[in-house]
């Protein structure tokens, strides 16, 4: 399987074969399901202990829902999801709650996640009243300890959310996933909705935590420049499905899947020397619909190669395959060819 | 080449209840016929404001144009009547939004809408138009361009829609063509395309562009000259070499150490510009990046006049600021 590590008492989370479907219905009164929005359609990937794994793709290609079906905020149509041993899709109330605590999750919109009528305090104070952690003075030693942490002045712990910057509310909600001493955090686009230097200043403090509290990352973002920067592995999506795996300087400089070549080039460099020479992969076209992916493999219809190489990919789901050691690419030959 | 356009010390101010925010104070810039610049800066430091002001598009009230001239082609825009800004808009200036799926209009199709500015300054008639409209789609590489020009907005992608609007801004042949954040809300492969057919078409037709962004990416790529600007003031302007690889302005070399690339083989860590933007609320006396700037301690910038854009080499403005100038001021 996908792992980062030969040792596999390192693995973290194991995903084996996730499915997410997303039933469509038709009909007021009887309910038919008609189709199936196919948001994640068999993904198998491993994060190993005190790693960032990142999940780079296009909006829509399921990127978010993976990171929802891992923590069981969706539960998922199919496939199997281990956290430290334990299968979470088995799991049901009382007891997917205690390994909830383990598992954190950091918002896109740091305007819309944290709740304007809770202050500070409140907010970070939640998820340990939640799990029942850390009574009276021992909780507010505990806010002030987790302020400090992510850089908030703890003299604000009785502020609300819109005395805050946009950068200091990503504080916030750093804070209440570090709240509950979690081992894995899944952080889907942190960074996003931040300009450029406070941008910075987050990834900087995300990375650490890490050596600080021996976190792990689940990364999701679109920009690749950021996941990059952040990743210790890179997961490349396409409509639902994984089409590259590696290490993140491999998957830079020896790109194999077409779709990543073009992502890849697609991303211009903050540099006008290279850009002058840079050349650049344009894809034709848009996303096919998650609604009715093209069968076989998901990207041949915008691969330029499709049907060149006499391959079978519109009638057989490319399997992962690893060409070298830790890089995995979906096994279609025309997408793999130059 | 040519000057096109001049903007001399533009002031845009809004008046709210809360008091006056000082959204552009004091900008003179300019663009030469062709060439693509760029006014990069994080938001709120008054990009967006001094590209709608070029085309009098600021909302008033609240806001106003308290001093300043734009001079275009030798006519200061700031004294044109409405009736000779409405010939301008979109004919010989035109713009392309942020939004692409709020700026086009829903209930009329794609040819209505590219159609009616070339009806309206070409003077062309409805079939012409419409021939018109079908080449211009060609061009932005719409498939199908004749079966889709009865369309509705809604039965296209962001990416397309975006190309719609290059087609209906190019249509009547600007000279200049303001892109207010053009690829902002669209992926990445998509955010190429769109580019690509820009830079382009604005070469093969010799438009100057005047492209507003925060990804330093896209203004690596494409331009020629590069505004950088700081709350409502530039503070360093020069060509986009210059900008990337000699900057000579604090917040600039800051901003350029910041953006993480994906060429870096070696994890370095990202530097940051520590604090927070000012609010443009508050009256800014002198250098207004003296709060962050990492070396402050013998200079009187706050207390002395605004910096003031001084050429340090042909062609290189900074702002005037000497701790902000300092070279040792590259944050750690």
């Known amino acids: ?338 | 080449m040519a000057r096109l356009l001049d903007v001399n010390n533009l002031k845009t101010h809004f008046f709210t209840e809360e008091g006056v925010v000082r959204a552009v104070d004091g900008v003179t810039w300019h663009v030469d016929e062709g060439e693509t610049l760029a006014l990069v800066g994080e938001s709120g430091c008054g990009k967006s404001v001094t590209a709608m002001s070029i085309l009098r598009l600021i909302p008033s009230p609240p806001g106003r144009i308290v001093d300043g001239e734009i001079i275009f082609e030798g006519q200061n825009l700031l004294e044109a009547s409405d009736e000779e800004m409405r010939a301008i808009r979109g004919n010989r200036i035109s713009m392309v939004f942020q939004e692409p799926m709020t700026s086009l209009n829903p209930v009329l199709t794609i040819g209505q809408q590219i159609r009616e500015s070339i009806i309206l300054h070409l003077g062309l008639n409805d079939s012409e138009a419409t021939t018109r409209s079908i080449e211009l789609l060609e061009l932005v590489g719409i498939p199908d361009a004749a079966g889709r020009i009865n369309d509705y907005p809604h039965q296209f992608s962001g990416g397309m829609r975006q190309r719609v609007m290059i087609a209906m801004a190019l249509s009547c042949n600007p000279k200049l063509l303001i892109a207010d954040e053009p690829t902002t809300a669209l992926d990445v492969t998509i955010q190429a395309q769109v580019m690509e057919i820009m830079g382009n078409l604005s070469k093969d037709l010799g438009t100057a562009v005047l492209i507003i962004t925060h990804n330093l990416g896209v203004v690596a790529r494409y331009a020629d000259r590069v505004n950088v600007m700081y709350a409502g003031r530039i503070i360093e302007s020069s060509t986009a070499e210059n900008v990337f690889h000699n900057p000579q302005h604090g917040y600039t070399v800051g901003l350029m150490a910041s953006v993480p690339r994906l060429d870096d083989e070696e994890h370095v860590r990202l530097a940051t510009i520590e604090g927070q933007p000012p609010l443009l609320i508050d009256e800014i006396h002198g250098c207004a990046f003296q709060p962050r700037c990492p070396k402050d301690e013998s200079c009187f910038c706050s207390s002395e006049g605004t910096p003031e854009l001084t050429e340090i080499s042909p062609g290189h403005w900074v702002a005037d600021c000497p701790c902000c100038m300092s070279r040792d001021t590259v944050p750690a």
């Open chain 1, 1 to 338: 399987m996908v792992t980062a590590e030969s040792n596999p008492n390192d693995t973290l989370v194991s995903v084996k074969d996730l499915k997410m479907y997303f039933p469509v219905t038709e009909g007021l009164l009887i309910q038919r399901h008609t189709a199936d929005v196919k948001a994640v359609d068999g993904l198998t990937f491993d994060v190993a202990k005190n790693e960032t794994l990142g999940l780079v793709g296009e909006s829509g290609c399921g990127k978010s829902t993976t990171g929802r079906a891992i923590l069981q905020l969706h539960r998922p149509t199919a496939g199997s999801v281990e956290f430290d041993g334990v299968e979470l899709t088995d799991l049901k109330g009382s007891e997917l709650r205690r390994f909830r605590r383990r598992m954190q999750m950091i918002f896109q919109d740091p305007f819309s996640s944290l709740n304007p009528r809770m202050t500070v305090s409140q907010i970070i104070g939640e998820p340990m009243a939640i799990h029942g952690l850390y009574k009276g003075q021992e909780r507010r030693e505990r806010i002030e300890f987790i302020m400090n942490a992510v850089g908030l002045n703890p003299l604000f712990a009785k502020r609300y959310p819109h005395e805050f910057s946009g950068g200091q509310r990503q504080r916030i909600g750093i804070a209440r996933a570090l709240a509950v001493e979690p081992d894995f955090i899944v952080c889907d686009e942190p960074v996003s909705a931040l300009d450029v230097s406070i941008q910075a200043q987050v990834v900087n403090l995300l990375e650490d935590l890490q050596t600080e509290f021996g976190l792990t990352y689940l990364f999701i973002a679109h920009d690749l420049s950021v996941v990059k920067h952040i990743s210790d592995r890179i997961a490349v999506m396409y409509l639902g499905h994984i089409v590259e795996l590696s290490e993140a300087n491999e998957l830079y400089n020896n790109p194999i899947h077409a779709y990543t070549k073009a992502l890849l080039s697609a991303v211009p460099i903050p540099d006008p020397v290279v850009e002058k020479t840079r050349e650049r992969i344009i894809l034709e076209g848009d996303v096919p619909s998650p609604l009715n992916p093209p069968a076989g493999c998901v990207f041949r219809t915008r691969c330029t190669r499709q049907g060149t190489t006499g391959c079978t990919c519109s009638d057989t789901t490319p399997e992962l395959t690893e060409v070298s050691p830790g890089h995995w690419v979906a096994n279609c030959e025309c997408c793999m060819s130059d």
